[in-house]
């Protein structure tokens, strides 16, 4: 019955998939409900081994950082810092404040709503990315603004998650100071490495063997994610670091073998996610993750204006811009399993907001032509 349960959950995450193509928005939102009915408190649930599941989802996650980090090269991270750092502190000055006064005014402890603060600040980056290809506006004048908006999120992320992990483990302050200060070095080496030696370790590591590269590669990313874990760094940006130092040609050849097995582990993460939710507590949650989604859709799109705006771009453009940041997804659950031991309710309600504006906002990048 394990078999037959999980060969239904996929081909049925695989009808979801094909619906949400049809209808043109992220299938996200889709695997977050069949999670949903079919968890703890749902219509069905399903009864197959969570840990299987929950191991799938964590490659997933592992695999959705390594493959956003192929999108850039180190070159183009140095150049996103120096250029486009006005906009991402606009960015994060907009868009955290939401979440973070939100959990204070639910009398949240301030590590949960620095979390929810998290979950509100960072949009997805899978799903724009997707939506801009779809769309054929990779080359739009625009689209230089998004690109830097999302690395800077994706860099913040970077400092952003070890911290977190560091304060969730808890201890003295002592050791919780020591832990923090071993998590951001670890990142600023990586990253340091990555923008300067990316391209000859790559080379080092090349084969034209589509066995050995996808063997060689995987093995990395799962192998520098448990070096990660035990340096109590987040495995998720050390993934996403390996993808930043793989450059040349093996870029296009890594993303070519690990582009399935993404798709794979990432519908696994999303429908993990949603089995882990009682649909109960949903309603509770609804009222606030809709005005949280209204304010930073606005804050997101104030974010892309002013950022398309100073790059010299356009009225429409500025739109398309703001319009493009709105979504939300891989990142804010991310944020939101951590937390959810700290605080419960911020699993519903990441859920909630997660499922309004991973809708929302390829609907709007539609729109905005």
């Not at 996200?28 to 409900?33: E, G, K, M, T």
């Not at 404040?97 to 590590?111: D, M, N």
């Not at 500025?318 to 937390?339: C, D, K, M, P, T």
Request: aromatic content about 8%; proline content about 5%; charged content about 15%.
């Amino acid at each position: 019955m394990l078999f037959v349960e999980l060969g239904l959950a996929v081909l049925g995450l695989a009808v979801l998939a094909r619906l949400a193509s049809r209808w043109g928005f992220s299938p996200i939102p889709l695997y977050l409900i069949a999670g949903l009915c079919f968890g703890n408190g749902g219509l069905a649930p399903l009864h197959v081994s969570e840990d299987f599941i929950r191991i799938g989802a964590e490659i997933g996650v592992l695999l959705l950082l390594f493959m956003l980090g192929l999108e850039y090269t180190g070159e183009e991270l140095n150049r996103n810092l120096r250029q486009g750092l006005p906009a991402g502190l606009v960015d994060f000055a907009l868009n955290f404040p939401p979440g973070l006064i939100a959990g204070l005014l639910l009398r949240w402890k301030p590590l949960a709503a620095a979390l929810l603060g998290g979950v509100t600040y960072i949009s997805s980056s899978g799903v724009i990315a997707k939506v801009l290809s779809e769309l054929r506006r990779m080359n739009n004048p625009e689209t230089p603004s998004v690109l830097s908006v999302l690395v800077l999120e994706d860099l913040a992320m970077a400092i952003y998650l070890p911290i977190v992990g560091v304060l969730l483990l808890g201890g003295g302050v002592g050791r919780m100071a020591a832990s923090v200060a071993i998590a951001i070095s670890a990142v600023v080496a990586v990253l340091v490495v990555a923008i300067r030696y990316g391209g000859t370790l790559s080379r080092m590591v090349a084969h034209e063997s589509d066995e050995i590269i996808l063997l060689t590669t995987f093995g990395i990313v799962l192998l520098l994610a448990g070096v990660a874990q035990r340096l109590q760094v987040s495995a998720a940006i050390a993934a996403f670091l390996v993808g930043i130092a793989v450059s040349g040609p093996m870029t296009e050849q890594s993303r070519r073998l690990l582009s399935p097995l993404r798709d794979l582990f990432a519908a696994a993460f999303f429908f993990f996610f949603g089995l882990e939710i009682n649909p109960g507590d949903l309603p509770a949650a609804l009222r606030l993750a809709l005005l949280l989604a209204v304010i930073t859709a606005l804050t997101k799109l104030a974010t892309g204006y002013w950022s398309a705006q100073r790059a010299g771009v356009d009225r429409h453009g500025r739109w398309r811009a703001g319009a493009a940041l709105i979504a939300r997804g891989e990142f804010s659950i991310v944020i939101a399993g951590l937390g959810s031991a700290v605080e419960p309710q911020l699993g519903p309600l990441a859920a909630a907001y997660v499922l309004i504006l991973a809708v929302l906002g390829p609907v709007l990048m539609r729109i905005t032509r």
